[in-house]
């Protein structure tokens, strides 16, 4: 399991803490088996009518697919995501399969499953770091995506690489960042803007 010095408020299950999005990839592959295992566990999150409305279009690094999935990376994030083993274009179904009717949840169960994945990820020290910067109507286009699902993110897979691989300006970011404190985000009886 990824080990950080991250420092939680009260006692959780170190997994939460290990999980983080590293942007330093080795070039050790990822194998199908540990790919798949990573859907097992997408598979198995909460969503609402069991609707499961998650959809994983993926590459491998090298693979003839591959620069189709990179060409959507903004720059900022091509500079590291590059050398990810996987690129992983996720996507939700905006209605429900057995009445068709449009679900309010399908962005938030679909969050869910790629939180699974990255924690199993983090317990197998595979690094799955999501992102928002890419190009979101290309990504529909490229892959011929109907209007009845939406485009959510990408993510790069891979094991953790050397921090001192990345260029300048992202090894000092290279590291577990912390986290809000609890009194900022869960309000009791009534909602604080903060």
Known sequence: MLKTN????????????????ARAFSQEPVSDTELMRLFEAARWAQNSFNN?????????NGSSHWQKFLDLIEP???IW?????????????????YNGTPSKTHTFDTGAACQNMALQGASMDI???GMEGFDYDRA???????????????????KMGKREDLPEKLR??????????????VFEN???VK
């Open 52 to 60: 499961q409305p998650w959809r994983f279009i993926f590459a491998r």
């Open 76 to 78: 900022g994030n091509k």
């Open 6 to 21: 991250r420092k939680t408020e009260y006692p959780i299950q170190e997994i939460f803490t290990s999980r983080w999005s």
């Open 140 to 158: 529909r286009l490229a892959f011929k995506i109907p209007d009845e699902y939406q485009v959510e993110a990408m993510f790069a897979i891979g």
């Open 127 to 129: 690094v799955c770091h």
């Open 190 to 192: 009534e909602f604080v």
């Open 172 to 185: 000092t970011r290279e590291t577990p960042p912390d986290r809000k404190r609890i009194k900022d985000f």
């Open 81 to 97: 995501a590059q050398h990810a083993r996987v690129l992983l274009l996720v996507i939700s179904k905006k209605t429900f399969d």
